[in-house]
């Protein structure tokens, strides 16, 4: 009995102790009230030490009872030494405030180089004082993201989804439904070329996200952003030069689980001509066999060596903190492919709404991606009125990949029962490299008391796309006895091919801003514009190359594709074909704003004025009416941005803007295009698109990390630019794929954006609802009285191209500061959208909804050390097209499923990666 009462005393004991010695708390910045992550909590003379959680809290467990005092630190903060007794009972209600050494508070769009202009509370800081509408991420948050590119990140941003490359990785941004072409690109805030030879749209994939210190996107206009956005702006904010001496390294390398399973497949790229026959020669030179190198053909199948990936960054501030210097650059070297089964449908017929599948392709895709990035920026503060600033960006992504694909007749010939059918194969290397340029000299003043503000930007900016020697090999085969085996080299069925573009912008930005005391409320008037010569040069040329000997049989008279003999036709003139051209676009802009707050309230509203001069000429016509023409137009682009602040960590917002869609260089020239799959026409009589742009946001940002956001958009666009397949009007069986503009289309949904951290754990979510419509013309066959098929055009109300209902993000996170953890598990889920508008009724081709789940983990050890892993598409989610309808006569070739035909589905497997990181 003695023992047991013994043994509760103690039992009590130890529970009152454990209860009675808790100390809990937050800390927080003095200025701004934002939680501190990471900041050290050390009780003297106890051996007991921790660190905040991603909320600013913090638990000491077990404390004696007595007075000690408590330390608290956090880097650039001024130490706190807190007098504290303990007592029995929680002291679960302690605030700590901290103040920064030297510190300043941070402006609206400044930051100040002591800032960590990486932190996440940076970026929610930002958002919450941003005048036009923008979400961000930061480059914390992309460093222990899963994702390597800029466009694999911005995956993540609520309205966003993005539009994959043949490897399964994001390339194309698609914000609030609205298609790549109706958003921009800037750099440091100012607008970078495409290196795209027919469209405006920059490729995201080329960028390496560690060279960022935060991405932005933006979604709505002021005006002094420049008036071609109506999904919104994407602006990549390099990294900029630390106060003190900072090192950032990192290594890594890891496999693709598809070369597990498979070999990859290559070509010596060594070999390859940059320049056409054409180029080196001459129009007038007749091009033989012994142009056209064989290493191109000389394809090798083996397992890929590992992927490398790795990234420097070194910065600092010197002279008393007024020069400040960083360079960074970024390498990646990656393997990637994909497995693809795609159906090939004949033309609707009367009898036949959804088209008949006629032949299956299986595809095998390899490619070998080298990514480089290279960053640097010099900036010099005179005093607190003048400031001055150079940086330049390059980034190159060379792509170096083998397509091969056997494809299946099912019109001819076929007898699945006995093994039978005809059979083609196609195998073709291609190497594309593109290259973004851009160097800004900027500058800041202030002048008349720091009343008026001068900036200025001088920009040289270049993008290039090269494909050179783009070489395609068909042959014939069979399937006999269910044996399949490749027989002789189709006639003209092989290719050689070079393509080539550059993009020239020289550009001048001005802005001046003048703050007046107009009844006791200050007024900043601000003025300027830009003025920007884009010089664009394209060049395209095609051979055919034919057997020599169309009798030879693989296996018997070659083996190697680099055996077969060709003769070669030459293209007329040399080069004859729309895609070579000159093409020039001169912008001019003004605009006037102004800017207020009233109480609460802050205003600021304006107008732009754009002037666009956009031109072309076809280097070699052919029977092309205008083979010089141009575009000019004026457009008026109003916009008011309203913030009132409901409290200190509320906002509501309410805007409208108006901006516009110009055509792409290539959308407006004049002639035709045969691609692999469909011809594809210029339309010259392609007017830029214009919209009416509403948004209506709630925010709160309970503290320095926290957000929750709920909005409401409306757009209303004018001749929107879509692209349909079309019958030619003197020969009707001949259908091509053109731009157009359609009437009025709508586009309106709601946004909904969370994020909450509680001690080490956190969530990130985000939601958005779109729904658009526009009405295009489609063509219905049907029976007639007389009983004959009849080809009748109707108006068909569809959503717009790449706009799905439903995008929403899913990242659950760990992070503890103390033992130097950071680990996310990322879902994004992108729903049904349509992927290829059809020229008939009822027939587009729409992409199925799919889950990407990716993860990240890193560890952290001291010295600055830490060790990550990433995984990517850890569920392989494939890409799957689909028409919504069966044909019941396709059931015995295609998967159908819920009164669906599969048409296309894509499979990527997984992605691991292992590295080091050091920083210091």
Not at 389 to 400: A, D, E, G, K
């Given at each position: 009995?003695?023992r047991?009462?013994r043994t509760l005393?103690?039992?009590l004991l130890?529970?009152?102790?454990?209860?009675?010695?808790?100390?809990k708390?937050?800390v927080y910045d003095?200025?701004?009230?934002e939680?501190?992550?990471?900041a050290?909590?050390?009780?003297?003379k106890t051996g007991?030490?921790?660190?905040?959680g991603?909320?600013g809290s913090?638990e000491?467990?077990?404390?004696?009872?007595?007075?000690?005092?408590l330390?608290?630190?956090?880097?650039?903060?001024?130490?706190?030494?807190?007098q504290?007794?303990?007592?029995?009972?929680?002291?679960?209600?302690l605030?700590?405030?901290?103040?920064e050494?030297n510190?300043k508070?941070?402006s609206?769009?400044?930051?100040?180089?002591?800032?960590?202009?990486?932190?996440e509370k940076t970026a929610?800081?930002?958002?919450?004082q941003s005048?036009?509408?923008?979400?961000?991420?930061?480059?914390?948050?992309?460093?222990?993201?899963?994702?390597l590119?800029?466009a694999?990140?911005?995956?993540?941003?609520?309205?966003?989804s993005?539009?994959?490359?043949?490897n399964?990785?994001?390339?194309?941004?698609?914000l609030?439904?609205?298609?790549?072409?109706?958003?921009?690109?800037?750099?440091?805030g100012v607008?970078i070329?495409?290196p795209?030879n027919?469209?405006?749209?920059?490729?995201?994939?080329?960028?390496?996200?560690e060279l960022l210190?935060?991405?932005?996107?933006?979604?709505?206009?002021t005006?002094?952003?420049?008036?071609?956005?109506?999904g919104?702006?994407?602006?990549?904010v390099m990294?900029?030069?630390?106060?003190?001496?900072?090192?950032?390294?990192?290594?890594?390398?890891?496999?693709?689980?598809m070369?597990?399973?498979?070999?990859?497949?290559?070509?010596d790229?060594?070999s390859?001509?940059?320049k056409?026959p054409?180029d080196?020669?001459g129009?007038n030179?007749q091009a033989?066999?012994?142009?056209?190198?064989?290493?191109?053909?000389?394809?090798?199948?083996?397992?890929?060596?590992?992927n490398?990936?790795?990234?420097l960054?070194?910065?600092?501030?010197?002279?008393?903190n007024?020069?400040?210097?960083?360079v960074a650059g970024?390498y990646q070297?990656?393997?990637?492919?994909?497995?693809?089964?795609?159906?090939?449908?004949?033309?609707v017929d009367?009898s036949?709404?959804?088209?008949?599948i006629?032949?299956?392709s299986?595809?095998?895709?390899s490619e070998?991606?080298?990514?480089?990035g290279l960053?640097g920026?010099?900036?010099y503060?005179?005093?607190?009125?003048n400031k001055?600033?150079?940086?330049?960006?390059?980034?190159?992504?060379?792509?170096q990949?083998?397509?091969?694909v056997?494809s299946t007749?099912?019109?001819t010939?076929y007898?699945?029962s006995i093994?039978?059918?005809?059979?083609?194969?196609?195998?073709r290397?291609?190497?594309t490299?593109?290259q973004?340029?851009?160097?800004?000299?900027?500058?800041?003043?202030?002048?008349?008391?720091d009343r008026?503000?001068?900036?200025?930007?001088?920009?040289y900016s270049?993008?290039k796309?090269?494909?050179?020697?783009?070489t395609?090999?068909?042959?014939?085969?069979?399937?006999?006895?269910?044996?399949d085996?490749?027989?002789?080299?189709?006639?003209n069925?092989?290719s050689?091919?070079?393509e080539?573009?550059?993009?020239?912008?020289?550009?001048?930005?001005?802005?001046?801003?003048?703050?007046?005391d107009i009844?006791?409320t200050?007024?900043?008037?601000?003025?300027?514009?830009?003025y920007?010569?884009?010089?664009?040069?394209?060049?395209?040329?095609n051979?055919?190359?034919?057997?020599?000997?169309?009798?030879?049989?693989?296996?018997?008279d070659f083996?190697?594709?680099?055996?077969i003999a060709?003769?070669?036709q030459?293209?007329a003139g040399?080069?004859?074909n729309?895609?070579?051209?000159?093409?020039?676009?001169?912008?001019?802009?003004g605009?006037?704003?102004?800017?207020?707050?009233?109480?609460d309230l802050?205003?600021v509203?304006g107008?732009r004025?754009?002037?666009?001069?956009?031109?072309?000429?076809?280097?070699?016509?052919?029977?092309?009416?205008f083979?010089?023409?141009?575009q000019v137009?004026?457009?008026y682009?109003?916009?008011l941005?309203?913030?009132?602040?409901?409290?200190?960590?509320?906002?509501l917002?309410?805007?409208?803007?108006r901006?516009?869609n110009?055509p792409?260089?290539?959308?407006?020239?004049?002639?035709?295009?045969?691609?692999?799959?469909?011809q594809?026409?210029?339309n010259?009589?392609?007017?830029r698109?214009?919209a009416?742009?509403?948004?209506?946001?709630?925010e709160l940002?309970?503290n320095?990390?926290d957000?929750?956001?709920?909005?409401?958009f409306?757009?209303r666009?004018?001749d929107?630019?879509?692209?349909?397949?079309k019958?030619?009007?003197?020969?009707g069986?001949?259908?091509?794929?053109s731009?157009g503009?359609?009437?009025v289309?709508?586009?309106y949904?709601?946004?909904?954006d969370?994020i909450?951290?509680i001690?080490?754990?956190?969530?990130?979510?985000n939601y958005?609802?779109?729904?658009?419509?526009?009405?295009?013309?489609?063509s219905?066959?049907?029976i007639?009285?007389s009983?004959?098929?009849e080809?009748?055009?109707?108006?068909?109300?569809?959503p717009?191209?790449?706009?799905?209902?439903h995008?929403?993000n899913?990242?659950?996170?760990?992070?503890?500061?103390?033992?130097k953890w950071?680990?996310q598990?990322?879902?994004?889920?992108?729903?049904?959208r349509?992927?290829t508008?059809?020229?008939?009724?009822?027939?587009?081709?729409?992409?199925?909804?799919f889950?990407?789940?990716?993860?990240?983990v890193?560890?952290?050890f001291?010295?600055?050390?830490s060790?990550?892993?990433k995984?990517?598409?850890?569920?392989?989610?494939?890409?799957?097209l689909?028409?919504?309808?069966?044909?019941?006569?396709?059931a015995?070739f295609?998967?159908?499923?819920?009164g669906?035909t599969i048409?296309?589905d894509?499979?990527y497997?997984?992605?691991?990666l292992?590295g080091?990181r050091?920083k210091?």
């Amino acid at each position: 009995m003695k023992r047991f009462l013994r043994t509760l005393f103690f039992l009590l004991l130890g529970i009152t102790a454990a209860h009675a010695t808790t100390i809990k708390g937050r800390v927080y910045d003095s200025k701004t009230g934002e939680t501190l992550i990471g900041a050290t909590i050390q009780l003297e003379k106890t051996g007991l030490v921790t660190s905040t959680g991603l909320d600013g809290s913090f638990e000491l467990k077990h404390a004696p009872t007595g007075n000690f005092v408590l330390r608290v630190s956090y880097l650039r903060y001024k130490t706190v030494l807190m007098q504290l007794e303990i007592q029995k009972e929680d002291n679960d209600k302690l605030k700590i405030y901290l103040e920064e050494q030297n510190g300043k508070d941070l402006s609206e769009v400044v930051i100040q180089a002591k800032h960590d202009g990486s932190a996440e509370k940076t970026a929610r800081r930002l958002e919450q004082q941003s005048v036009p509408l923008v979400n961000m991420v930061s480059g914390r948050a992309m460093e222990v993201s899963p994702d390597l590119t800029v466009a694999n990140v911005i995956q993540r941003v609520s309205g966003v989804s993005i539009e994959r490359n043949s490897n399964g990785d994001g390339q194309y941004a698609i914000l609030r439904g609205m298609d790549k072409r109706y958003n921009y690109t800037l750099v440091n805030g100012v607008k970078i070329p495409s290196p795209d030879n027919k469209y405006r749209y920059v490729p995201l994939d080329i960028f390496p996200s560690e060279l960022l210190e935060r991405l932005e996107v933006y979604k709505t206009l002021t005006p002094n952003m420049e008036g071609d956005a109506v999904g919104g702006v994407v602006n990549m904010v390099m990294k900029d030069a630390p106060q003190r001496l900072q090192i950032n390294a990192n290594i890594a390398t890891g496999y693709n689980q598809m070369f597990f399973d498979r070999n990859f497949m290559s070509f010596d790229a060594s070999s390859i001509n940059h320049k056409s026959p054409y180029d080196l020669y001459g129009k007038n030179y007749q091009a033989t066999q012994n142009d056209f190198p064989k290493g191109v053909r000389d394809y090798k199948s083996a397992s890929p060596a590992p992927n490398l990936i790795g990234g420097l960054s070194i910065g600092q501030r010197f002279l008393d903190n007024k020069l400040g210097v960083i360079v960074a650059g970024s390498y990646q070297n990656t393997y990637r492919g994909s497995n693809s089964t795609f159906y090939n449908s004949a033309v609707v017929d009367a009898s036949n709404k959804y088209g008949k599948i006629i032949g299956l392709s299986e595809r095998q895709y390899s490619e070998q991606q080298k990514r480089y990035g290279l960053h640097g920026k010099i900036d010099y503060i005179f005093n607190p009125q003048n400031k001055i600033s150079l940086y330049n960006t390059y980034v190159n992504l060379v792509n170096q990949q083998v397509r091969d694909v056997k494809s299946t007749d099912f019109s001819t010939d076929y007898d699945p029962s006995i093994g039978k059918a005809e059979l083609s194969y196609t195998t073709r290397s291609r190497l594309t490299e593109q290259q973004i340029y851009n160097s800004t000299l900027h500058g800041d003043h202030k002048l008349i008391g720091d009343r008026l503000k001068i900036q200025w930007s001088a920009v040289y900016s270049s993008a290039k796309n090269d494909v050179p020697d783009n070489t395609s090999i068909s042959l014939s085969g069979k399937k006999i006895d269910f044996t399949d085996q490749r027989t002789v080299v189709k006639t003209n069925g092989s290719s050689s091919r070079w393509e080539r573009n550059t993009d020239e912008d020289k550009a001048g930005y001005l802005d001046l801003t003048y703050t007046a005391d107009i009844a006791g409320t200050n007024v900043d008037f601000s003025a300027g514009g830009l003025y920007r010569d884009k010089q664009r040069a394209s060049y395209y040329n095609n051979y055919t190359l034919t057997p020599a000997n169309s009798a030879a049989l693989y296996g018997k008279d070659f083996i190697n594709y680099t055996d077969i003999a060709f003769s070669i036709q030459n293209p007329a003139g040399g080069v004859s074909n729309p895609l070579t051209n000159n093409a020039s676009e001169k912008l001019t802009a003004g605009y006037g704003m102004f800017k207020f707050t009233s109480h609460d309230l802050q205003v600021v509203g304006g107008i732009r004025v754009e002037h666009t001069n956009q031109g072309f000429e076809l280097l070699f016509p052919a029977e092309e009416k205008f083979p010089k023409g141009e575009q000019v137009y004026t457009d008026y682009l109003p916009s008011l941005n309203l913030k009132y602040g409901l409290s200190k960590h509320e906002n509501l917002r309410a805007s409208y803007f108006r901006s516009l869609n110009r055509p792409g260089f290539y959308e407006i020239l004049p002639g035709k295009v045969v691609n692999e799959e469909y011809q594809e026409r210029g339309n010259p009589d392609l007017k830029r698109a214009l919209a009416d742009n509403f948004d209506l946001r709630y925010e709160l940002f309970p503290n320095g990390t926290d957000q929750f956001l709920v909005g409401a958009f409306y757009k209303r666009i004018k001749d929107p630019i879509e692209y349909i397949f079309k019958p030619d009007e003197t020969r009707g069986q001949d259908i091509y794929y053109s731009p157009g503009n359609f009437g009025v289309a709508k586009n309106y949904g709601i946004e909904l954006d969370y994020i909450k951290f509680i001690s080490k754990l956190g969530i990130k979510a985000n939601y958005t609802y779109t729904h658009s419509s526009i009405t295009t013309p489609k063509s219905s066959r049907v029976i007639n009285a007389s009983g004959s098929p009849e080809n009748l055009i109707v108006e068909q109300t569809r959503p717009l191209y790449g706009q799905s209902a439903h995008v929403a993000n899913l990242s659950l996170l760990y992070k503890s500061t103390k033992k130097k953890w950071d680990a996310q598990v990322a879902a994004s889920y992108t729903g049904p959208r349509i992927n290829t508008v059809s020229q008939f009724v009822d027939a587009d081709l729409w992409q199925e909804g799919f889950i990407q789940m990716d993860a990240s983990v890193e560890k952290g050890f001291k010295n600055g050390l830490s060790v990550f892993i990433k995984a990517g598409n850890l569920l392989n989610t494939p890409s799957r097209l689909f028409i919504k309808g069966t044909n019941p006569g396709d059931a015995a070739f295609a998967k159908q499923v819920d009164g669906r035909t599969i048409i296309r589905d894509d499979e990527y497997k997984q992605t691991y990666l292992l590295g080091l990181r050091y920083k210091l």
